[in-house]
């Protein structure tokens, strides 16, 4: 059963545009939702999070917008540089479960 | 040590054989994960460990699936007659009390091939 549905699976993004990945998630228990940067030859790498009691949280490039009622999220990356060129990763779970969901996988790729 | 380390790196083994996946978290970290990650898909949960204990195996596949964590520190993951669809990159991370708000630190994998 697929219960974090990822896309798009690759984006070429120009250096200085902003990257944009949507995630869809099915269980409405969710309620801890990460993301993860992981480069070839490296375990993913965590980015950033959001609990659902909040619509947008943002670090430094990388901000993270939830729609609840949807049951949706993106990561936006702005200002995006050559060196965020990985494969990016959205996840959910329940603080109590121990477990993380992940999404398919997105390549991002960011021209110079 | 400074980051989770896993060995091997690179395991190639006959269908059908014995193998044992290690994984040593970082110092002080109760929480001990394993995940495995097929070519171009997301991590899949394995297996949980709190401790010495696995507090959820929900994930292990099968029966030839098994993991240990004796003193509460290194794990190691044994598959038994393996099969090609085992091949996979297999992930341990490891988090300082479990909760997953604190993020969990990643290995870098182990690459096991069955051929």
């Known amino acids: 059963q697929q219960q974090v549905k990822q896309s798009p699976q690759s984006l070429i993004v120009q250096k200085g545009g902003i990257s944009i990945i949507n995630c869809a998630y099915e269980?409405?228990?969710?309620?801890?939702f990460p993301w993860y940067q992981q480069f070839p030859g490296k375990g993913p790498a965590l980015l950033i999070a959001?609990?659902?009691?909040?619509s947008e949280k943002k670090e430094g490039r990388f901000t993270i917008s939830f729609n609840k009622s949807a049951k949706q999220f993106s990561l936006h990356i702005m200002d995006s540089q050559p060196g965020d060129s990985a494969t990016y990763f959205c996840?959910?779970?329940?603080?109590?479960?121990?477990?993380?969901?992940f999404g398919q996988g997105t390549r991002l790729t960011i021209n110079p | 040590g400074a980051g989770v380390s896993q060995t091997p790196s690179n395991k190639v083994t006959e269908k059908g054989k014995y193998v044992e996946l290690r994984c040593d978290p970082i110092s002080g970290h109760t929480a001990l994960y394993w995940y495995r990650q097929s070519l171009g898909q997301g991590p899949e949960f394995l297996i949980y460990f709190q401790g010495t204990g696995a507090a959820d195996d929900s994930g292990l596949p099968n029966d030839r699936f098994f993991a240990v964590r004796p003193e509460g520190s290194v794990s190691t993951l044994k598959i038994q007659r393996t099969e090609r669809g085992d091949s996979a990159v297999y992930l341990c991370a490891s988090s300082l009390t479990g909760r997953l708000n604190y993020g969990y630190t990643f290995g870098s994998g182990t690459r096991l091939t069955v051929v």
């Open positions: 269980n409405t228990a969710f309620d801890y």
């Open positions: 959001i609990r659902p009691d909040v």
């Open positions: 996840a959910a779970s329940t603080m109590g479960a121990q477990k993380l969901v």
